[in-house]
């Protein structure tokens, strides 16, 4: 009967840690810097000039140059774009 109860009580840890878990999951992915919700409707994509890839400017990294504004999907990429030779 002990033993019975000692296993029982163990699975009603180890469940309610695990809730609290998840709990603790959703609302640090909630509250994450960027995780602003969906796209504004009819915003229009930009291109990452060093890999080509799609982004939406309001979640891209940007950098201004020259009275232009260029949209990065990376650092990775806006660095490599900031120390390109210029022409």
């Not at 180890?14 to 640090?28: K, P, S, T």
């Not at 000039?49 to 990429?77: D, M, N, Q, W």
Request: aromatic share 6%.
């Amino acid at each position: 009967m002990l033993v019975r109860f000692l296993l029982l009580a163990l699975l009603v840890v180890l469940v309610g840690r695990a809730v609290w878990r998840l709990i603790e999951g959703i609302v640090a992915g909630a509250s994450l810097p960027g995780a602003s919700g969906p796209p504004q409707k009819n915003e229009r994509m930009v291109r990452d000039p060093i890999c080509g890839t799609f982004v939406l400017p309001s979640r891209a990294l940007s950098l201004a140059t020259g009275g232009h504004v260029e949209y990065f999907c990376s650092e990775k990429c806006r660095a490599a774009f900031h120390h390109q030779p210029k022409s």
